[in-house]
């Protein structure tokens, strides 16, 4: 017994050291991708004891060989805007891998967009989407275009250009874009309809998040953002915990903030925040979501303008201060690096219960720690906002079967397949020996379904 544990012992120092020495070379040969570094490290840290116990993955150079993608293409989209003058802007599509499906993911358009943040965005989105038990791969894409403050034909035009270079390298059974920051069911028309005059056939599986009449699914929209409460609802009640009756923060107003709080308040919770990129608003009454959707849906305005009509609510510049807020429940649903150690431990001070990520890496590695360490429940991106690429994995199973599913049938679905990558995370956890700790759990479980198939077909 005492030689077995003495065994194993070394088999994780061996797997610790392995790790860590990986870890300096991908920081070496990806010089100054600071948020790929992080993306990185999380699950480099979450595997030691899988590889530690299946020094096969090591033997297969599986971890050597998944932090370097397929291929990276990047690429000059030129347009022009409404008074005549040609821009340029920069395009990636960053192919991951493929080991279990086509390669699957959004897309960003955004001013912060660049290789560094495309990359993490496309490693994640691997353990993500095996996590959905759905054949996809991992992919990801986008470019540093601002759409804010641009008519619609300035965006008309930048999404054909952009699809004109993008078309050569996707397909339905190659790689899948969808929507992410930026990129909504407006740009996906556009886009799609580019790609179908290129390609010359209605190939309505080559993009999801498509509108309701040509091919998309309903409940994509609201996916991600429901998923995330189904989510930390099993969460929470595994705990003895429920939304009912909780004060919930959620951050952003974008389609993922949303719909988290739709459907947190459909649960009995009370959403007391939210934010846009200015700042955040504070609503002690409960936010109003009719106004917030119509806000920021049709009318394209600010947070703060919702204090116009709702007098007793507050507004505060800056995005950091909402996670000052006291409150049971904290759903990170704008952006990476969102949440960072000060606000963890201003949050716990304060007494939080449990942390949903919906945006993809809103927390920082050192926030995560504050969570862990102190027993607040936490629910990680790769697990929490897996509903948003589920449901587009099932606008592509519609597509091809050319048939479309009702609101209930999807919204079902959704719900089993939340509840699945649950189980298995927590099951993941519980095996490699850090029982509720969904980051490792969560990792481990797509890891493991990618790096068996990636043997399977060999190097
Ligand atoms: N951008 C979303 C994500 O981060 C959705 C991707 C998709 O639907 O392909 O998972």
Same mark, same amino acid.
């Given at each position: 017994?005492?030689?077995?544990?003495?065994?194993?012992?070394?088999?994780?120092?061996?797997?610790?050291?392995?790790?860590?020495?990986?870890?300096?070379?991908?920081?070496?040969?990806?010089?100054?991708?600071?948020?790929?570094?992080?993306?990185?490290?999380?699950?480099?840290? /979450?595997? +030691?004891?899988?590889?530690?116990?299946?020094?096969?993955?090591?033997?297969?150079?599986?971890?050597?060989?998944?932090?370097?993608?397929? !291929?990276?293409?990047? =690429?000059?989209?030129?347009?022009?805007?409404?008074?005549? !003058?040609? %821009?340029?802007?920069?395009?990636?599509?960053?192919?991951?891998?493929?080991?279990?499906?086509?390669?699957?993911?959004?897309?960003? =358009?955004?001013?912060?967009?660049?290789?560094?943040?495309?990359?993490?965005?496309?490693?994640?989105? +691997?353990?993500?989407?095996?996590?959905?038990?759905?054949?996809?791969?991992?992919?990801?894409?986008?470019?540093?275009?601002?759409?804010?403050?641009?008519?619609?034909?300035?965006?008309?035009?930048?999404?054909?250009?952009?699809?004109?270079?993008?078309?050569?390298?996707?397909?339905?059974?190659?790689?899948?874009?969808?929507?992410?920051?930026?990129?909504?069911?407006?740009?996906?028309?556009?886009? =799609?309809?580019?790609?179908?005059?290129?390609?010359?056939?209605?190939?309505?599986?080559?993009?999801?998040?498509?509108?309701?009449?040509?091919?998309?699914?309903?409940? !994509?929209?609201?996916?991600?953002?429901?998923?995330?409460?189904?989510?930390?609802?099993?969460?929470?009640?595994?705990?003895?915990?429920?939304?009912?009756?909780?004060?919930?923060?959620?951050?952003?107003?974008?389609? $993922?903030?949303?719909?988290?709080?739709?459907?947190?308040?459909?649960?009995?919770?009370? $959403?007391?925040?939210? /934010?846009?990129?200015?700042?955040?608003?504070?609503?002690?009454?409960?936010?109003?979501?009719?106004?917030?959707?119509?806000?920021?849906?049709?009318?394209? %305005? %600010?947070?703060?303008?919702?204090?116009?009509?709702?007098?007793?609510?507050?507004?505060?510049?800056?995005?950091?201060?909402?996670?000052?807020?006291?409150?049971?429940?904290?759903?990170?649903?704008?952006?990476?690096?969102?949440?960072?150690?000060?606000?963890?431990?201003?949050?716990?001070?304060?007494?939080?219960?449990?942390?949903?990520?919906?945006?993809?890496?809103?927390?920082?590695?050192?926030?995560?720690?504050?969570?862990?360490?102190?027993?607040?429940? =936490?629910?990680?991106?790769?697990?929490?906002?897996?509903?948003?690429?589920?449901?587009?994995?099932?606008?592509?199973?519609?597509?091809?079967?050319?048939?479309?599913?009702?609101?209930?049938?999807?919204?079902?679905?959704?719900?089993?397949?939340?509840?699945?990558?649950?189980?298995?995370?927590?099951?993941?956890?519980?095996?490699?020996?850090?029982?509720?700790?969904?980051? $490792?759990?969560?990792?481990?479980?797509?890891?493991?379904?990618?790096?068996?198939?990636?043997?399977?077909?060999?190097?």
């Amino acid at each position: 017994m005492l030689v077995l544990k003495e065994a194993e012992q070394t088999n994780k120092r061996e797997a610790e050291s392995y790790v860590n020495e990986l870890f300096q070379t991908v920081v070496n040969r990806n010089p100054h991708e600071y948020e790929f570094h992080q993306a990185v490290k999380e699950v480099f840290n /979450s595997l +030691i004891p899988v590889l530690a116990n299946k020094p096969e993955y090591i033997k297969h150079a599986i971890l050597e060989r998944i932090v370097e993608p397929d !291929r990276m293409i990047s =690429f000059r989209i030129p347009w022009q805007d409404d008074t005549g !003058r040609i %821009r340029v802007n920069r395009g990636f599509r960053v192919q991951f891998n493929n080991a279990i499906g086509p390669y699957k993911g959004g897309l960003r =358009f955004h001013p912060s967009v660049n290789a560094s943040i495309v990359k993490f965005l496309g490693f994640e989105q +691997i353990f993500k989407n095996a996590l959905t038990g759905q054949s996809i791969g991992g992919g990801k894409g986008g470019s540093d275009f601002d759409p804010k403050g641009k008519s619609d034909f300035e965006i008309m035009r930048f999404c054909q250009s952009f699809m004109t270079e993008l078309c050569k390298h996707i397909g339905p059974n190659t790689d899948v874009p969808a929507g992410d920051i930026g990129v909504g069911a407006r740009e996906i028309g556009y886009l =799609f309809g580019q790609y179908k005059k290129l390609s010359g056939a209605y190939e309505a599986g080559v993009l999801t998040g498509k509108g309701i009449g040509y091919g998309g699914s309903l409940a !994509r929209t609201e996916a991600t953002g429901y998923g995330t409460v189904y989510f930390v609802d099993q969460m929470l009640k595994s705990a003895g915990y429920t939304f009912h009756g909780s004060t919930v923060v959620v951050s952003g107003s974008g389609n $993922v903030s949303i719909y988290a709080m739709e459907k947190a308040i459909q649960l009995g919770a009370k $959403v007391i925040a939210c /934010s846009d990129s200015s700042g955040y608003l504070y609503d002690e009454q409960g936010i109003n979501l009719a106004t917030i959707k119509r806000l920021k849906e049709v009318e394209n %305005r %600010r947070c703060s303008d919702y204090t116009l009509e709702h007098p007793g609510a507050v507004y505060a510049e800056g995005c950091s201060g909402i996670w000052s807020i006291p409150c049971d429940i904290a759903l990170p649903c704008a952006t990476q690096n969102e949440m960072d150690k000060e606000a963890a431990e201003c949050l716990l001070r304060n007494g939080v219960r449990a942390v949903g990520e919906g945006a993809n890496m809103p927390c920082t590695l050192e926030a995560i720690d504050v969570f862990l360490d102190n027993q607040v429940l =936490f629910a990680p991106a790769k697990a929490a906002n897996a509903g948003g690429v589920s449901v587009s994995a099932l606008e592509m199973a519609q597509n091809s079967a050319r048939q479309a599913w009702t609101m209930e049938e999807v919204d079902a679905r959704l719900q089993v397949i939340m509840g699945k990558i649950y189980e298995e995370s927590i099951r993941a956890s519980e095996l490699y020996g850090r029982p509720g700790n969904l980051v $490792v759990g969560a990792n481990i479980a797509g890891f493991i379904k990618v790096a068996d198939a990636m043997i399977a077909q060999g190097i």
